[in-house]
């Protein structure tokens, strides 16, 4: 059992502090971390039993972000307790799985477990980036064989000079958001994203972050030999997975060995005379290939266990002959250079009723994004920890169907892989947004994969740009995104621009580069290697910048600029800005008022705590008619305007009459005419509409009217059956107790219904 002790050190100007053995003893391991006030658990589980029947290590990671860890109750009305993860959580699962799972053997076959809970956070210092640390410090100190340390650190640049783990204030400011995580001096996992950040600098924080590491990782490495656990013999976990089995392993290795000789006399056909081959054609003649092998195997009665471990290696095996036939004669599968994009295409404008679309393909690898342009209230709230209720204007969902990959599957909601890809894709468009202001609409992307055969991520990226262009959203400029692949062994390595298939094995890495032509807006990378080293990174974005570049000058022949013009289906805005202190007379008591626009112009209305109103809706009659009902009722009154309103009072002294929303003012009896009016009811009737001019607004805020300045031809009509008020008959003393109850609301001179 681990032994309770803490330790602590100073990064970064602050405290990391770090306990063991004290939560969660019933783990293989556990420690609990903490910088500032930020506070992450980490527990480390792996399963005594082997898990029969997969070909891959179970290696699973969670991260449960709690609410109580912020100090808030959220969730909807009828549902406090937990959900699904978050998104946020989701990614930085998938963040933390990318650094730590390359340092564990892939024959283990025990299921292992790494669970990243918050139990405090600042808001200052990032629960994310302390917890890929705090799950290499447990799965380092624990009895599980792993190959650390590892340590995960976050750089920001401001005003030129980089930061290590950077506040939330200094993201703020920062024009880079760089999270990596190294061992030793090599890069196992890149997440980042920036404002068009030159490739130069972004390898120069890259070597920034390595070096800076380095006092973390000796720190984590010493922890380790105070109170760290002996590790299981990695070698017996793995013959223990093949336990209970018939055949011994080494009879199964051994009649693998024969395989690879029967299959390098004939794998050379089909896998490097095909140049035009698709993904599925290899396959199929890989396929025959393997199926002559077992042929053989089964007519001399070969146990079916040696038969399965021959089929299940058979794929891992070809990637090995890939990767060396790229390294030994630089060939490929298809016939491409190195350095060489498959074929791209793209369409825009392709379906009729939406707001903007773009299909972008290269190779086999298709992808077709839609835009859709909707109302300010249409952006999403984010509900999470790290969140304070912030809207998102800006969202891009991935679908990849079992179709795109050729294959059958179930329909279920986005899993942790459209969640990182969608992700990805948003990111890389974000800093080439237009502002609110620039462009008030809320939108949305949707990226549906049509086929998969490497990286339909980066195909989102560029899917997008052209949708966006296409629906008119005045984006800065074009984004594109290449996915960058490596073949190495040892200290040689080959890196290979737009990675797709077989090139995707042991010895690889993925690494995905968007970008204007001007800079990086992000990258996301993972490896199967033991880690990058500095020269590789930066060989990397060199080689991604000039593929970027080739198919930025595609989509610019396909559609060189936004569109100057909406869809006509595309919903309209017009924003006005009133004055703040009159947003309660819009709104009305319960939202009356504003119900009533939104229900007669059948538009929608969005009102910001700055006055700013902005009203959507299809068809410009709507939207005129609702932009002048709420400039009528935030209009100023002025002397000397002449309005048409409604009577919709009688006082025996005169008429109080609506010349806006909620606004009246008093016609004097005497203002009717130039001839003498002995009764009210001789001049006017409630509901008559009148036009009247506003003679004087006086110093107490009421508003004076006179129909004969505004209409010196106005004639009464005389009338003999009204009582002319609607409260019963007044006497000409009621004026003064008139003057007194307009004095006591206020002296306004409104009248709010």
């Not at 030793?184 to 924080?205: R, Y």
């Not at 930066?538 to 610019?556: F, G, H």
């Not at 559609?559 to 309660?584: F, H, N, V």
């Amino acid at each position: 059992m681990l032994k309770q002790k803490s330790f602590e050190m100073e990064f970064a100007g602050r405290k990391l502090s770090v306990e063991f053995g004290k939560l969660a003893k019933q783990t293989n391991a556990s420690c609990v971390v903490r910088y500032g006030d930020t506070v992450a658990l980490a527990t480390v589980v792996m399963s005594k039993e082997a898990r029969s029947g997969i070909d891959f290590f179970p290696l699973q990671i969670e991260v449960r972000e709690k609410m109580y860890a912020s100090g808030k109750i959220k969730g909807s009305k009828f549902i406090k307790g937990e959900g699904r993860p978050t998104d946020n959580a989701v990614l930085a699962a998938r963040m933390i799985d990318r650094g730590i799972r390359p340092l564990f053997n892939q024959k283990m076959r025990n299921e292992v477990q790494v669970v990243l809970t918050s139990l405090s956070y600042d808001k200052e210092n990032s629960f994310d980036i302390l917890s890929i640390t705090a799950a290499a410090m447990a799965l380092h100190i624990s009895d599980i064989p792993w190959h650390g340390p590892l340590a995960g650190i976050n750089i920001g640049r401001v005003d030129g000079n980089f930061i290590i783990n950077p506040t939330a204030d200094q993201k703020e400011n920062s024009n880079l958001n760089l999270v990596i995580s190294v061992a030793g001096d090599k890069v196992m996992m890149i997440d980042a994203d920036g404002q068009e950040v030159l490739e130069n600098d972004m390898a120069s924080a890259l070597d920034f972050a390595v070096k800076s590491v380095k006092p973390l990782l000796d720190f984590i490495e010493l922890i380790r030999k105070d109170i760290g656990l002996e590790k299981q013999d990695e070698a017996k976990l793995i013959a223990d997975s093949y336990a209970g089995m018939q055949v011994e392993i080494g009879e199964k290795e051994a009649i693998f060995e024969e395989a690879k000789k029967f299959f390098a006399t004939r794998l050379d056909q089909y896998l490097f005379n095909q140049p035009v081959g698709t993904k599925r054609e290899r396959k199929a003649k890989a396929k025959v290939v393997l199926d002559e092998f077992v042929a053989t195997l089964k007519d001399s009665d070969t146990h079916e266990e040696i038969i399965s471990y021959v089929k299940d290696s058979f794929e891992g095996y070809l990637e090995e002959v890939v990767s060396e036939a790229i390294l030994e004669k630089e060939l490929r599968v298809d016939g491409r250079k190195l350095d060489q994009i498959r074929p791209l295409e793209a369409e825009v404008g392709i379906l009729p009723r939406t707001h903007g679309t773009g299909l972008f393909s290269r190779g086999e690898t298709q992808v077709l994004s839609i835009v859709t342009l909707g109302a300010p209230s249409d952006v999403m709230i984010q509900d999470e920890m790290t969140q304070d209720d912030s809207k998102k204007r800006y969202m891009h969902f991935y679908n990849s169907p079992a179709y795109s990959f050729g294959e059958v599957g179930f329909f279920r909601g986005a899993g942790r892989r459209e969640v990182g890809h969608g992700a990805l894709a948003e990111k890389a468009l974000i800093p080439v947004l237009p502002s609110k202001e620039e462009f008030p609409y809320t939108i949305l992307t949707v990226s549906e994969v049509m086929g998969s055969n490497g990286s339909s991520s980066m195909a989102s990226t560029c899917g997008s740009t052209l949708a966006l262009m296409d629906a008119g959203v005045p984006i800065k400029k074009p984004v594109a995104g290449i996915a960058m692949g490596l073949a190495s062994k040892g200290d040689k390595y080959k890196i290979l621009t737009d990675l797709q298939d077989l090139e995707d094995g042991e010895g690889g890495m993925d690494f995905k580069v968007t970008g204007t032509r001007d800079g990086i807006t992000a990258i996301q990378m993972d490896t199967k290697t033991a880690g990058l080293s500095m020269e590789i990174c930066q060989a990397t974005l060199s080689q991604a910048k000039k593929a970027r570049v080739e198919i930025l000058d595609m989509i610019n022949q396909v559609i060189a600029e936004p569109r100057t013009e909406l869809s006509q289906y595309a919903p309209q805005i017009i924003a006005i800005k009133i004055d703040p202190e009159k947003i309660g007379a819009v709104i009305g008591t319960g939202g009356k008022i504003i119900n009533e626009i939104i229900e007669v112009c059948g538009v929608q209305i969005d009102i910001d705590d700055d006055g700013t109103v902005s009203i959507t809706g299809v068809g410009s009659e709507g939207l005129n008619k609702a932009k002048e009902w709420v400039e009528r009722l935030t209009k100023d009154v002025k002397a000397g305007e002449i309005y048409e309103g409604k009577v919709v009072r009688l006082m025996d002294f005169g008429a109080f009459v609506e010349i806006l929303p909620g606004k009246d003012g008093l016609v004097h009896i005497s203002e009717f005419s130039n001839e003498r009016v002995n009764s009210i009811a001789d001049v006017a009737k409630v509901g008559q509409i009148l036009k009247v001019k506003v003679m004087e607004i006086d110093n107490q805020g009421r508003i004076n009217l006179s129909v004969k300045q505004a209409d010196p031809n106005y004639k009464p009509q005389p009338r003999n059956d009204n009582p002319a008020t609607s409260g019963g008959a007044h006497h000409t003393s009621d004026r003064a107790r008139f003057d007194r109850q307009r004095s006591d609301r206020g002296g306004s001179g409104f009248r709010k219904r």
